[in-house]
């Protein structure tokens, strides 16, 4: 079945957030109307779509903020452990063949293809046990991402016909991702290819289709092909740390000059290749210089820790050691409340936080650093607790001030 009669367009249509507040049993008539719109087989709207199901658990998944942000060093020590390592490289070898075919094609080494798999279900243990129509339906038919979903609902049902799937194969997690390398829908359609060449494109059951579709992935979102992704470094003693952050760009020539070294302590490349030093866990944990690469890994999943780690495993896969500077373990996470009072603080003493909504990202860490700098403090834009203190006081003093004019 040709996959270019699916235009991309079809895939951004959605239940409107009006109409998912009429009810599940209203929304999915809608839905029916969308699909066959979209031209759907006739058998997948009259047979398929009515009978779906709201699922409760999905809806309670997607509405609950967790408690607690991970630290960066429950988030890689979680990740990136001995045995996933060793069973990266155990896989790397089995596929080796397959995965240098890959990265003749599409540029990508290949273990980077196998860190995310291991990263995504564990090399394919855990594909997730979700009835993925009816998850997505779900979100499809709720208030908050309607649009979203509702696209990602209709591209579904495009999977299910060209790939000649039953519904109840398709299965992954909550929020409707599939397969061994997790891709929502939309992507399997656009990015997705078979790799075994038996004519069909099957991500659950095809270890070669997914690691090829994740090779694919990444090269259309622009991986550059002989760039790894970055490298841990070492700073030197009188490093400004406000230098560090996503988006803070320099030449490894620069860097150098100002005290970046590798992280055996010898000399970075003379090179004006540029990039940008993250501190994941402040001044007292590793740091790391990323390239382009590296906004590539963060394309497939926007989080920091997630690239890292990625990148970490990617490393140890194919042969390299653990971190010349592990993170430290005794740092404390910070609750979504805690990090939406720090934001308040922040944008009250006018420095720019943005938002108050609790994810700690690049803006909060910056706009810490520069209350740190202020402050005499190490400027690492990391919230430890003598910040987090020093923020509390300033704002008490702050409030107390306006409270004597």
Request: proline fraction near 5%; charge should be negative; charged fraction near 20%.
């Amino acid at each position: 079945m040709n996959p270019r009669k699916f235009p991309a367009l079809l895939l951004l249509v959605a239940c409107s957030p009006a109409l998912a507040d009429a009810g599940f049993p209203a929304c999915l008539l809608t839905l029916q109307n969308q699909a066959r719109e979209a031209r759907v087989a006739d058998w997948i709207v009259d047979e398929v779509v009515p009978g779906l199901q709201q699922q409760e658990r999905v809806l309670a998944l997607d509405g609950k903020q967790p408690e607690f942000v991970q630290t960066f060093a429950q988030y890689l020590n979680a990740r990136v452990t001995q045995a996933r390592i060793d069973q990266g490289r155990i896989l790397y070898r089995k596929h080796r063949d397959f995965l240098a075919r890959l990265q003749q094609k599409y540029g990508v080494p290949g273990h980077y293809l196998v860190a995310f798999w291991g990263l995504e279900t564990n090399f394919g243990s855990y594909l997730g046990g979700m009835p993925t129509l009816d998850s997505l339906a779900t979100l499809a038919c709720d208030t908050r991402r309607a649009e979203f979903f509702g696209g990602e609902f209709i591209a579904a049902l495009q999977l299910l016909e060209r790939e000649r799937l039953q519904p109840a194969e398709m299965r992954g997690s909550w929020a409707g991702a599939v397969g061994h390398t997790q891709f929502m829908p939309s992507n399997y359609l656009r990015y997705a290819v078979d790799g075994d060449g038996d004519g069909r494109i099957d991500l659950w059951g095809s270890e070669q289709d997914a690691l090829a579709s994740g090779a694919n992935f990444l090269s259309q979102l622009g991986w550059v092909p002989e760039l790894r992704w970055g490298r841990e470094v070492r700073l030197q003693p009188g490093f400004r740390f406000d230098l560090a952050g996503s988006g803070k760009r320099r030449p490894l020539l620069e860097w150098s000059q100002l005290g970046v070294r590798r992280s055996d302590g010898g000399t970075l490349p003379e090179s004006e290749l540029q990039a940008v030093i993250l501190l994941p866990a402040g001044a007292a944990g590793p740091a790391f210089m990323v390239y382009e690469n590296f906004d590539v890994i963060m394309r497939w999943n926007r989080s920091e820790s997630y690239a890292l780690s990625v990148g970490h495993l990617a490393d140890r896969i194919a042969g390299a050691g653990p971190l010349q500077q592990p993170p430290p373990v005794n740092q404390r996470p910070l609750s979504r409340g805690d990090v939406e009072l720090v934001q308040q603080q922040l944008n009250e003493l006018g420095f720019e936080a943005g938002a108050e909504d609790g994810i700690f990202g690049s803006g909060t860490r910056a706009a810490l650093s520069e209350f740190q700098r202020s402050k005499g403090m190490v400027a690492d834009g990391y919230p430890d607790a003598a910040s987090i203190e020093g923020l509390e006081q300033a704002a008490t003093g702050a409030t107390e001030g306006r409270g004597d004019n």
